[in-house]
């Protein structure tokens, strides 16, 4: 589980220093490595412990696997997708070709998503939360009334 937000920074090559924060955040999860990939609706990056990834792999191999729709969705889906480590300095290696798609340059944020996290140009992450913020109270009470509560 993830909790927090982070600013950081990307170097010249494309790499992110992990903050402290998040490192022990991810204490449990640093030695197995990540795998990050295109957000489905942003133009973000996701990122996730190895076994996340692995247990939604799981579930799409659910899919009808002769359905078209379903194929083109698996195929599309991990196209972009991209195993990643920490070095020894406790840097993450993002791939050119995604930082590009993301838009990003220096300036990040990283967001919990609770058990991925999401990487974001800094600009482009302040203007998605304060375009939606408008309608925060919204979208917390359609979220929160779709989940069974403990004891229901």
């Given at each position: 589980?993830l909790?927090?937000?982070?600013?950081?920074?990307?170097?010249?090559?494309?790499?992110?220093?992990?903050?402290?924060?998040?490192?022990?955040?991810?204490?449990?999860?640093?030695?197995?490595g990540?795998?990050?990939?295109?957000?489905?609706?942003?133009?973000?990056?996701?990122?996730?412990?190895?076994?996340?990834?692995?247990?939604?792999?799981?579930?799409?191999?659910?899919?009808?696997?002769?359905?078209?729709?379903?194929?083109?969705?698996?195929?599309?889906?991990?196209?972009?997708?991209?195993?990643?480590?920490?070095?020894?300095?406790?840097?993450i290696?993002?791939?050119?070709?995604?930082?590009?798609?993301?838009?990003?340059?220096?300036?990040?944020?990283?967001?919990?998503q609770?058990?991925?996290?999401?990487?974001?140009?800094?600009?482009?992450?302040?203007?998605?939360?304060?375009?939606?913020?408008?309608?925060?109270?919204?979208?917390?009470?359609?979220?929160?009334?779709?989940?069974?509560?403990?004891?229901?």
């Open positions: 589980m909790y927090f937000t982070y600013e950081c920074k990307v170097d010249a090559k494309g790499r992110i220093l992990l903050p402290s924060g998040l490192k022990k955040e991810l204490a449990a999860v640093l030695d197995e990540f795998v990050i990939k295109k957000s489905v609706f942003f133009k973000c990056l996701e990122l996730y412990p190895k076994a996340k990834w692995v247990k939604e792999l799981e579930i799409i191999d659910g899919l009808d696997k002769f359905d078209e729709d379903n194929l083109n969705f698996i195929r599309t889906h991990i196209a972009w997708v991209k195993p990643v480590e920490l070095d020894n300095n406790g840097r290696l993002i791939p050119k070709e995604l930082l590009g798609f993301a838009e990003i340059e220096k300036e990040i944020v990283i967001s919990s609770v058990t991925k996290m999401e990487i974001w140009n800094k600009s482009n992450y302040d203007k998605v939360v304060n375009d939606t913020a408008a309608n925060y109270g919204n979208l917390a009470k359609k979220a929160m009334s779709s989940i069974k509560k403990p004891g229901e």
